[in-house]
């Protein structure tokens, strides 16, 4: 069992950078992969990016490929988005995910989620 506790949303103006933080406690976090997706209002949960267990392969969405960034330190049990020149469209809850197999992360299949943080850009 994996439990996932997302933090650091909040309220930033459009152009403005935030640091999104998943800690995950349970089992073996570093045989995980690791996922972050979003949901706006309205609107279906979509992948925003994702990252292998030893965090040498990343992945992200094109909505967002140049200003976030997905990282993890797997000695503090820690996922990261770093999400900067952010844009009104870009808010949503943020849901962090876990899953054994990258490609179950990618495909949004994850066996583990988060309860999610929101992310309100203002334009």
């Known amino acids: 069992q994996v439990q996932l506790v997302e933090s650091g949303g909040g309220l930033v103006q459009a152009g403005g950078s935030l640091r999104l933080s998943c800690a995950a406690s349970g089992r073996s976090f570093s045989n995980y992969a690791m996922g972050w997706f979003r949901q706006a209002p309205g609107k279906e949960r979509e992948f925003v990016a994702a990252?292998?267990?030893?965090?040498?392969?990343?992945n992200y969405a094109d909505s967002v490929k140049g200003r976030f960034t997905i990282s993890r330190d797997n000695a503090k049990n820690t996922v990261y988005l770093q999400m900067n020149s952010l844009k009104p469209e870009d808010t949503a809850v943020y849901y962090c995910?876990?899953?054994?197999?990258?490609?179950?992360?990618?495909?949004?299949?994850?066996?583990?989620w988060g309860q999610g943080t929101q992310v309100t850009v203002s334009s």
């Open positions: 995910a876990a899953d054994r197999y990258l490609p179950t992360v990618l495909a949004g299949s994850n066996k583990y």
């Open positions: 990252i292998s267990w030893s965090g040498g392969i990343t």
